[in-house]
């Protein structure tokens, strides 16, 4: 019973290790980013904690949908750019395609600064806290000459 039990712990362990260590970030390519003024405010969230807007840099973003979909289940991947981060709107999942496009709304666009890395992660606040750790040769850097208005 004890060799069972030791036995089930030792899987435990190893299973959580590997999720831990699994893909945290994901490879993208901005597919378009353009100034949008919605005719409604959107709304985002309850009570006091709710967060509305009539306009934002709407970035669409395309991903490797099995690479998108190797990420934990339970923990929603962030978009940062430099030290901003960005939940997502919305994920095209209409079809069979390889490739999802992720949608986000960026309220505060304006601040955004040239250069910034842009990294899609598992990692909250990993950028912010340990921005060496997601330099990268090659890495995608915004530039307000992705924006279309």
Not at 45 to 57: F, I
Not at 94 to 113: A, C, E, P, Y
Not at 116 to 133: F, I, Y
Request: proline share 5%; net charge positive; hydrophobic share 40%.
């Amino acid at each position: 019973m004890r060799k069972v039990l030791l036995a089930t712990l030792l899987l435990t362990v190893v299973t959580n290790a590997q999720q831990r260590s699994g893909p945290r970030e994901v490879n993208f390519k901005v597919v378009s980013a353009a100034v949008t003024r919605f005719d409604k405010p959107v709304r985002i969230g309850v009570g006091k904690r709710v967060t509305e807007y009539q306009e934002a840099l709407v970035l669409k973003l395309e991903v490797n949908r099995e690479e998108f979909d190797s990420l934990p289940p339970d923990i929603e991947p962030f978009l940062y750019i430099g030290t901003s981060e960005y939940r997502v709107y919305h994920i095209d999942r209409k079809d069979d395609r390889s490739n999802l496009i992720l949608t986000f709304h960026v309220r505060d666009w304006q601040r955004l600064q040239e250069g910034a890395l842009m990294v899609l992660t598992t990692e909250h606040g990993g950028p912010v806290r340990n921005p060496e750790k997601f330099r990268r040769e090659g890495g995608v850097r915004f530039s307000k000459a992705l924006i279309t208005r």
